[in-house]
Structures are given as C-alpha cells and as structure tokens.
T-cell receptor
Framework: AQRVTQPEKLLSVFKGAPVELKCNYS??????LFWYVQYSRQRLQLLLR??SRESIKGFTADLNKGETSFHLKKPFAQEEDSAMYYC???????????FGKGTSLLVTP | DAGVIQSPRHEVTEMGQEVTLRCKPI?????LFWYRQTMMRGLELLIY????????DSGMPEDRFSAKMPNASFSTLKIQPSEPRDSAVYFC??????????????FGPGTRLTVL
C-alpha cells in the first residue's frame, strides 16, 4: 500500500530562516515523488519532482530511499513562500497521485 | 489554453438534493482525476479515467457518488443524495500519459460544495 506522511500541519518560520517540510512515504516498489503547492486563492500546482532533480523558487528536495523521505528544503524563506505544501507519490509506472495531508507554511517578517 | 475548467466554483445545497460537478480537462490530455479535499483527510483521490474509461474508482466513498466521462472534453461527478459530510472542495485534474515531463497533473480551481 502507498502512504505519504507529512507530520507537520503547520510550520511557521521567520523570513530569511531555513525551512524544511518533512515528507515520509511507504511504498514497496519504485516511487515517483512530487511536491505540489497551493498559494492563497490559487490552484494546486506542481513545485518539483524528484526525477528532475531541479531547484524551483529556491526549493530543493532529495529522495532518500534508505529513510523513505523526500523532504522539501529552502535555505532562506521568503514571505511569498507562505502556502500549503503537499507531498505526493505515484508508482513509477502509474498515474494516480497519493497525497499527504499537507503542511501549511507561514513565513513571517 | 485556460487550463482545467470546473463548474460551478461554489455550490450550496440542502441535504438530500442531487449535486453535479463538472470538469473540462486540458485539450489533448488523456487522463482525468477527481479529488476531494477536506481539513480532516486532506486530498483524496476519488476516481480517475484514461481515454474516458474509469480505471480506478476505489476512492469513491459510497454508492451515492458516481462519475462519468462521456467524451474526452467533459466529466461529471454526481452526488445523489447529498449529505452534510460531503461538504468539501472537489478538484479535477488532467495529465498526459507518459513519464516526465508529462507526469505533471494540472489542477482545476476546485468546486467548494456546502451541504446544509
């Protein structure tokens, strides 16, 4: 069975501080991991995917298969990063996404 | 392209009434997904279609929920009869088949359903 766990419902940091949003998963096969973000009054949109090994808006995420984690990190948080962040998993050959419950990030000045 | 289109954006109805939510996927996308978002359970996959055929409906909560995709550009999610616990935001998403970079799902704005 697939499961995605985001242990923090709410994370509050000061502007300029480092931020890490945790994501752990359980899946017996080879997963694809994603981070989606939902800014206030906007649609849910893809932030980054592990396959691309990219940095988007200063965010990075590394897939750690040993720890079954895909934590999202940014060295210096900005106020515009305040949003709801969802970690999601799909089977490598699958199409449906299994989402975590989300973490609300609040960056205060 | 306007992206995934959903209607209505807001729906308020009374318990026992039939509710129909509508979705138009991005043109050319062959996968369509319906999700439900609540505070308690987060984002849950209800059902998804490939080339208009339902592939997995195991997330549909009960028989009161049904979904159809009569053609490649239109899908409906129907709740009959509706209950207060169905109150949630319902999202539709679509994507292309294939791996990256096609494996991104594009979401609609959602329909906020309130059942009184």
């Amino acid at each position: 069975a697939q499961r995605v766990t985001q242990p923090e419902k709410l994370l509050s940091v000061f502007k300029g501080a480092p931020v890490e949003l945790k994501c752990n998963y359980s899946y017996s096969g080879s997963p694809e991991l994603f981070w989606y973000v939902q800014y206030s009054r906007q649609r849910l949109q893809l932030l980054l995917r592990h396959i691309s090994r990219e940095s988007i808006k200063g965010f990075t995420a590394d897939l750690n298969k040993g720890e079954t984690s895909f934590h999202l990190k940014k060295p210096f948080a900005q106020e515009e990063d305040s949003a709801m962040y969802y970690c999601a998993l799909s089977a490598l050959s699958g199409y449906a996404l299994n989402f975590g419950k989300g973490t609300s990030l609040l960056v205060t000045p | 392209d306007a992206g995934v289109i959903q209607s209505p954006r807001h729906e308020v109805t009374e318990m026992g009434q039939e509710v129909t939510l509508r979705c138009k996927p991005i043109s050319g996308h062959d996968y369509l997904f319906w999700y439900r978002q609540t505070m308690m359970r987060g984002l849950e996959l209800l059902i998804y279609f490939n080339n208009n055929v339902p592939i997995d409906d195991s997330g549909m909560p009960e028989d009161r929920f049904s979904a159809k995709m009569p053609n490649a550009s239109f899908s409906t999610l129907k709740i009959q009869p509706s209950e207060p616990r169905d109150s949630a935001v319902y999202f539709c998403a679509s994507r292309l088949s294939g791996g990256a970079p096609h494996n991104e799902q594009f979401f609609g704005p959602g329909t906020r359903l309130t059942v009184l």
